[in-house]
């Protein structure tokens, strides 16, 4: 059966950092692009981070470009996502999702999410 | 960045009627929109992508149309489980990926 499961959100204050990680079974993570999306509180999702297979290729949503860094270890199957300078809306569900299939960035499967929240 | 606006925002309907949901993007993404169910609690679920093709397991009440910048999720015969939160999602042009900001499907 193919999972993900996040791990890593908590109360943070306005300036903190967190890691979060995303552990993968059923599947090669390394076969397999990720990203990570999020949604805030009564808002829809928001992409935020996509990384290549192989890690050559990153990009990021502008709103957390400098500040997050995603990364991934394709040996023990994890996805990371380190969040620093955090500010009040960042506050959000983060979910760490796989591309549906190799080139096509459709979002399947996600994991349950880890709940950040960023407080002043 | 493609903007994506759904429309209506809330949809009022009783099981077994017809749900038409409608995605609008600031330019064209040819075919290269999604569609996802959310429900309280849960994460997203992909339903629909390249505008008509269902995903794994989802029924055949579930469809989807348009091309260019005008896209639409049909529910054929709303199902109970039907109530929902519903999202799209383009990726023709990125970063950054985008989503519309949903249409809620509710109980009238």
């Known amino acids: 059966e193919v999972q993900l499961v996040e791990s890593g959100g908590d109360l943070v204050q306005t300036g903190g950092s967190l890691r979060l990680s995303c552990a993968v079974s059923?599947?090669?993570?390394?076969?397999?692009?990720m990203n990570w999306v999020r949604q805030a509180p009564g808002k829809g999702p928001e992409w935020i981070s996509y990384i290549s297979s192989l890690g050559g290729t990153i990009h990021y949503a502008d709103s957390v470009k400098g500040r997050f860094a995603i990364s991934r270890d394709n040996a023990n199957n994890f996805l990371y996502l380190q969040m620093n300078s955090l500010r009040v809306e960042d506050t959000a569900v983060y979910y760490c999702a796989r591309v549906h299939r190799v080139g096509e960035l459709w979002f399947d499967p996600w994991g349950q999410g880890t709940l950040v929240t960023v407080s002043s | 960045e493609i903007v994506l606006t759904q429309s209506p925002a809330t949809l009022s309907l009783s099981p077994g009627e017809r749900a038409t949901l409608s995605c609008r993007a600031s330019q064209s993404v040819r075919s290269y929109l999604a569609w996802y169910q959310q429900k309280p609690g849960q994460a997203p679920r992909l339903l629909i992508y390249?505008?008509?093709i269902r995903a794994t397991g989802i029924p055949a009440r579930f469809s989807g149309s348009g091309s260019g910048t005008d896209f639409t999720l049909t529910i054929s015969s709303l199902e109970p489980e039907d109530f929902a939160v519903y999202y799209c999602q383009q990726r023709s042009s990125w970063p950054p990926l985008t989503f519309g900001g949903g249409t809620k499907v509710e109980i009238k």
């Open positions: 390249d505008t008509s």
């Open positions: 059923g599947f090669r993570i390394g076969d397999y692009e």
